[in-house]
Nanobody, 116 residues
Framework: VQLQASGGGLVQAGGSLSLSCVASAAIFNVGPLGWYLQAPGKQRDLVAQ???????WYADSVKGRFTISRDIAKNTVYLQMNSLEPDDTGVYYC???????????WGQGTQVTVSS
């Protein structure tokens, strides 16, 4: 397994969850690392991304609430989710994009459910 995500669960609206994704050493540095959300019945959308430079990008829907970070020594990328809303419900996938090969690596997904 090259990407192993964990940390999902059930939380009430307004609560917090933290997701973690451990990457194999071979792919941790291939390019940007990100978290995608696939809400029920919807496509998989990028919500946060961290680049090799350390710069980050967030979808408008999560700005100010979610924080993506990484621990290079642990080959791990994190997603801290605060002020969760019911619309944040879905399966979260961690992703590594191989810039050279223009290909994606995906974790297995972790379920986040936010109750109203």
């Amino acid at each position: 397994v090259q990407l192993q995500a964990s940390g999902g669960g059930l939380v009430q609206a307004g609560g917090s969850l933290s997701l973690s994704c451990v990457a194999s050493a071979a792919i941790f540095n291939v390019g940007p690392l990100g978290w995608y959300l696939q809400a029920p019945g919807k496509q998989r959308d990028l919500v946060a991304q961290i680049f090799s430079s350390g710069n980050t990008w967030y979808a408008d829907s999560v700005k100010g609430r979610f924080t993506i970070s990484r621990d290079i020594a642990k080959n791990t990328v994190y997603l801290q989710m605060n002020s969760l809303e019911p619309d944040d419900t879905g399966v979260y996938y961690c992703n590594a994009y191989d810039v050279m090969r223009r290909s994606d690596f995906w974790g297995q997904g972790t379920q986040v459910t936010v109750s109203s």
